[in-house]
């Protein structure tokens, strides 16, 4: 139970905000149970009505959750800072922590700002960029997807967020992936939605998990179609037809795909609710993989009412992304060498893959996925072996950033990292292992 003196107030917003001050600054852990609302009501001397509506603002914002009999306890990483940024990495360290594309597969910027127009856009013009829209719709049209309704966003999270907003009020279930990226385990409960983890192997969301977290009703699944962070999962075609099956079992439920790194993934397009067989779907193109991180731009495809929501509340509040931002993406993309860059970095970033994945595999240790360029490597122990690691040289991020109830194990970022490189690390790592006796082979 938590302490007397971590609870406070005399009204409802009072209390509610000093239980929240205390799940942030780690006075009260994922599932510790509250006091009940007549021993708060008692010990703060207000009333029991006071307490229950504290109790349902801190619901709504999916900080807590009510278990019957168990009581009201706090969700599971109700938290953000379970997810901070990694720390810096010195000097003299490789650093595979970062998430990052390899810079110098991206396509250059500097021919891109010579060419743009010069244009300055102003109040009342069109949101989206002509160019860029037709660019998206062309993308989503060669891989089968729909490309009706369409909206620019500020990047993938952008977009997953002003879906989600679309549809969902606070209190309300999102499906996530476990393990699963940082930024969607942190966007859920800030947008006052609870999550339930389903748990993602090589082919990404395992069918019977998601059937079992459908019947709680959840409103919304975030899903990622390939190069799925942290895993490296990518949907097949089965796949991708067996979950179909399933969310046609519970068609209500808002299907968001994020294929947030596109044709760079190494791995064939294949979608759930592209096609738009479904009421509430959308599908989220990002080009910050492809371009650049800093070229914070996505584009939306949906059901009507999903996109037209979306734009109106974006409209009521940035207005529309930046047209520059647009205008130097279109005209990259409308380059006639980016094609072949794009697809030089899809290579690499395949061959640097294997690489690793058979370095690793020399020393019994089993890397799953075959998209994108993260790996997730199992541990035994996540926290002391990446502290081994940086110890030895090179940095990498400790699963807990990206998973709920899934196993340990390590992000490693090898966009960058050569075959020669990927033998070092699978040695280091390697020995490791076996120098702890967590029984990996000699």
Not at 100 to 117: E, G, K, Q, T, V
Not at 181 to 197: E, M, T
Not at 434 to 442: Q, V
């Given at each position: ?129 002509p160019a860029l829209l037709d660019w998206f719709s062309r993308d989503f049209a060669a891989d089968g997807l729909t490309a009706q309704y369409l909206a620019i966003t500020g990047g993938a999270m ?246 709920t109830s899934s196993p340990p194990g390590l992000r490693v970022t090898f966009a960058s990292l050569l075959p020669s490189e990927a033998v070092q690390f699978a040695e280091t790592l390697g020995s ?11």
């Open positions: 139970m938590v302490e007397e003196a971590a609870l406070s107030g005399g009204t409802a917003a009072e209390i509610a905000v000093s239980v929240e001050g205390a799940i942030s600054g780690g006075r009260l852990a994922a599932g510790e149970r509250l006091p009940t609302v007549r021993e708060l009501a008692a010990r703060l001397e207000v009333s029991p009505a006071t307490v229950n509506a504290a109790y349902r603002t801190l619901r709504n914002r999916g900080l807590v959750t009510g278990a019957g009999r168990a009581g009201t306890r706090v969700v599971e990483h109700s938290a953000p800072a379970a997810r901070r940024l990694a720390a810096p990495v010195g000097p003299g360290v490789r650093n595979l922590a970062d998430g990052n594309p390899d810079p110098s597969l991206l396509p250059p910027l500097r021919p891109a700002f010579a060419r743009m127009s010069g244009k300055h856009w102003l109040y009342g013009e069109s949101g989206a960029a952008d977009g997953a967020e002003r879906v989600l907003q679309a549809h969902l009020r606070p209190g309300d279930a999102v499906v996530v992936e476990d393990p699963g990226y940082g930024g969607v385990l942190d966007l859920v409960p800030a947008l006052g939605l609870r999550p339930i983890a389903v748990p993602v192997d090589a082919d990404g969301l395992m069918p019977d998990q998601l059937e079992r977290a459908l019947e709680q009703r959840p409103e919304a699944c975030i899903l990622t179609p390939r190069a799925q962070n942290p895993t490296g999962a990518a949907l097949t075609g089965q796949r991708a037809a067996d979950l179909r099956e399933v969310f046609r079992r519970h068609e209500n439920v808002l299907v968001i795909e994020d294929d947030h790194a596109g044709v760079i993934s190494g791995a064939a397009a294949e979608t759930i609710a592209g096609t738009g067989d479904f009421p509430r779907w959308a599908v989220i193109r990002s080009l910050t993989k492809t371009l650049g991180p800093d070229l914070r731009l996505s584009c939306v495809s949906g059901d009507q009412l999903t996109v037209d929501r979306l734009i109106r509340r974006q409209q009521a509040g940035a207005g529309w992304v930046s047209h520059l931002l647009q205008e130097l993406a279109a005209t990259i993309l409308a380059d006639s060498a980016t094609p072949s860059l794009l697809a030089a970095a899809r290579d690499a970033y395949g061959e640097r893959r294997q690489a690793l994945v058979d370095a690793l595999g020399g020393h019994g240790i089993t890397v799953t996925g075959r998209s994108g360029f993260n790996a997730w490597v199992p541990t035994p122990s996540e926290g002391a072996v990446a502290q081994a690691l940086l110890a030895r040289g090179w940095a990498v991020r400790a699963g807990e950033s990206f998973r490791i292992l076996r120098g702890d006796g967590w029984g990996y082979p000699a």
